[in-house]
């Protein structure tokens, strides 16, 4: 299979790399940051680990063609800096009580570079990989309701609430129900026109 590759005007979405996980961990795995996603991994007393969420991710890949893939922000003069700023990509739904199978995407960034529109940038690339390349007739995207950046940024790229989609969870923390948004290939081709 060949390597994943995207870029976009201030990063690249690739497939991991083995000296990625590090400085993934390091910045992500932070409460700030896992707040809303059941809280800081822990080695061996929780029910995630940083060791569970890497064979996840890279068995999405294998699965299926497609993952969370690592972003990377390029440097100045289109130099890479190689430095992680997070995760965004597309998964096949797959927890349970949820809607299965269905194209989801998702993103996890490290703190310091919220507020400057690198998530956004990145699930753009990501939602058109997976309308054009990985031929998604819709998409799916969940989080908790206290999430509001998370949603907002759902509503930001055009996906819609999908109460009907809603299910009760732990596997975000103690937060009950997770949320569901989605977006049609047609929605999305409409929103590419008026951009």
């Not at 063609?65 to 096949?92: A, M, P, Q, Y």
Request: glycine residues 14%.
């Amino acid at each position: 299979m060949a390597e994943f590759y995207l870029e976009t005007e201030r990063l690249i979405l690739r497939d991991w790399r083995e000296e990625d996980w590090e400085p993934f961990f390091r910045h992500t795995n932070t409460p700030a940051v896992m707040r809303w996603l059941g809280g800081v991994l822990g080695k061996d007393n929780t029910r995630m680990t940083c060791d569970s969420v890497r064979e996840r991710l890279e068995g999405f890949a294998s699965d299926h063609g497609f993952t969370f893939w690592v972003v990377e922000r390029k440097g100045d003069g289109g130099h890479l800096s190689g430095e992680i700023l997070g995760f965004c990509g597309l998964k096949r739904a797959n927890q349970p009580g949820g809607p299965q199978g269905d194209m989801e995407i998702g993103w996890r960034f490290r703190k310091d570079s919220w507020g400057k529109g690198y998530a956004r940038e990145a699930a753009q690339a990501a939602m058109k990989a997976g309308f054009e390349q990985f031929g998604a007739p819709h998409m799916i995207a969940l989080t908790v309701e206290g999430n509001t950046g998370s949603w907002g940024l759902m509503k930001r790229l055009g996906m819609v609430r999908r109460e009907d989609l809603d299910f009760p969870s732990d596997d975000f923390g103690a937060h009950g129900t997770i949320i569901a948004y989605s977006i049609t290939r047609e929605a999305w081709e409409q929103g590419q026109g008026a951009a």
